[in-house]
């Protein structure tokens, strides 16, 4: 409340007009909120949260013009920390919305219909064993293709049933437990089938999952892949929409900061957007906007 009526003060000083004045406030209360349920402190907020802000004002609906208002009112907010000596820096120069609008996720896939990806997928071969894994990590784990990616053999623990996910420029990093019909499709890849792949394609490498082909990458992989699991569900499209439907149903288990650890969300509000409740209503939406035949 203080730091309110100091910014008050500020803006005040600064001549602004009774209404002008209480929108400014109005915003620093919302924005101020935001923060402390993302635990983030006022001044050590960096681009990067003020960013995240902006996709939480549209995703409560709020237009362009007026998050372009809110922004007007936190830059003089950030005006007023410089002229405290308390910031060196604004966090919003050079911040304008250009109209960039995340939708929120839906066409998910049910719990059942996760599993049965993983327990019909085919691992009669080499590629079918080290698949299933791969999809494993995916429906259990929620790991998105770059994650997969730049898993390495050591993150994997299979006596303690835990796999460490590392930390990317868009997760945190987290330790997730395995689920335990896993642990045997893992544990026939890591010693059986991984050291044949290394031997037939002459690899040395530290990844945990390994191409068939010449490449490291693993592109190929995830989309042979991919085209794999739309073949046994005509409703899958990509690993995003198997990561999306994953949080979707933690987040029915889960307390969210619970769910925000295990997605490696640095942000509760991203978290936020795959509450049953708010899918369930932009469901609705969308079938009015665009009823099936």
Same mark, same amino acid.
């Given at each position: 409340?203080?730091?309110?009526n100091?910014f008050?003060d500020?803006?005040l000083?600064?001549n602004?007009?009774?209404?002008?004045?209480?929108?400014?406030?109005?915003?620093?209360?919302?924005?101020?909120?935001?923060?402390?349920?993302e635990n983030?402190?006022?001044?050590?907020?960096?681009?990067?949260?003020?960013?995240?802000?902006?996709?939480?004002c549209?995703?409560?609906?709020?237009?362009?013009?007026?998050?372009?208002?809110?922004l007007?009112?936190?830059?003089?907010?950030y005006?007023?920390?410089?002229?405290?000596?308390?910031?060196?820096?604004?966090?919003l120069?050079?911040?304008?919305?250009?109209?960039?609008i995340?939708?929120?996720?839906?066409?998910?896939?049910?719990?059942?219909?996760?599993?049965?990806?993983?327990?019909?997928?085919?691992?009669?071969?080499?590629?079918?064993?080290?698949?299933?894994?791969?999809?494993g990590?995916?429906i259990?784990?929620g790991?998105?293709?770059?994650e997969i990616?730049?898993?390495?053999?050591q993150?994997?623990?299979?006596?303690?049933?835990?796999?460490?996910?590392?930390?990317?420029?868009k997760?945190?990093? *987290?330790?997730?437990? $395995?689920?335990? @019909?896993?642990?045997? !499709?893992l %544990? #026939?890849?890591?010693?059986? &089938?991984?050291?044949? +792949?290394?031997?037939?394609?002459?690899k040395i490498?530290?990844?945990?999952?390994?191409?068939?082909g010449?490449?490291e990458q693993?592109?190929?992989?995830?989309?042979?892949?991919?085209? *794999?699991l739309?073949? $046994?569900?005509? @409703?899958?499209?990509? !690993?995003? %929409? #198997?990561?999306?439907s994953? &949080?979707?149903?933690? +987040?029915?288990?889960?307390?969210?900061?619970?769910?925000q650890?295990?997605a490696?969300?640095?942000?509760v509000?991203?978290?936020?957007?795959?509450r049953?409740?708010?899918l369930?209503?932009?469901?609705?939406? $969308?079938?009015k906007?665009?009823?099936?035949?």
């Amino acid at each position: 409340m203080e730091l309110i009526n100091q910014f008050n003060d500020y803006l005040l000083d600064k001549n602004q007009v009774l209404n002008t004045r209480n929108g400014n406030i109005k915003t620093l209360i919302n924005y101020l909120t935001w923060l402390q349920k993302e635990n983030i402190q006022p001044a050590e907020a960096i681009h990067t949260d003020i960013m995240e802000y902006i996709n939480y004002c549209q995703e409560k609906g709020n237009k362009k013009t007026t998050i372009n208002r809110k922004l007007l009112s936190l830059r003089h907010f950030y005006d007023y920390l410089i002229e405290e000596h308390k910031i060196t820096l604004n966090p919003l120069t050079e911040i304008k919305l250009r109209g960039i609008i995340k939708r929120q996720p839906h066409d998910l896939l049910k719990e059942s219909e996760l599993e049965a990806l993983f327990e019909k997928y085919p691992d009669n071969n080499l590629i079918g064993k080290r698949n299933k894994a791969i999809t494993g990590m995916m429906i259990y784990q929620g790991i998105d293709s770059g994650e997969i990616a730049k898993l390495q053999a050591q993150d994997l623990h299979l006596e303690q049933g835990k796999i460490d996910i590392p930390a990317s420029h868009k997760s945190n990093a *987290r330790t997730l437990e $395995l689920n335990g @019909k896993q642990i045997i !499709p893992l %544990q #026939i890849y890591v010693t059986e &089938i991984r050291p044949i +792949l290394l031997a037939e394609t002459n690899k040395i490498s530290d990844k945990l999952f390994i191409s068939s082909g010449k490449s490291e990458q693993l592109n190929n992989t995830l989309g042979s892949l991919c085209k *794999r699991l739309k073949k $046994l569900q005509p @409703k899958v499209k990509n !690993p995003t %929409q #198997i990561r999306l439907s994953v &949080i979707s149903h933690w +987040l029915e288990k889960h307390d969210i900061r619970i769910a925000q650890y295990m997605a490696g969300h640095r942000y509760v509000s991203s978290t936020e957007r795959y509450r049953k409740d708010q899918l369930e209503s932009l469901q609705d939406q $969308l079938e009015k906007l665009h009823p099936l035949e």
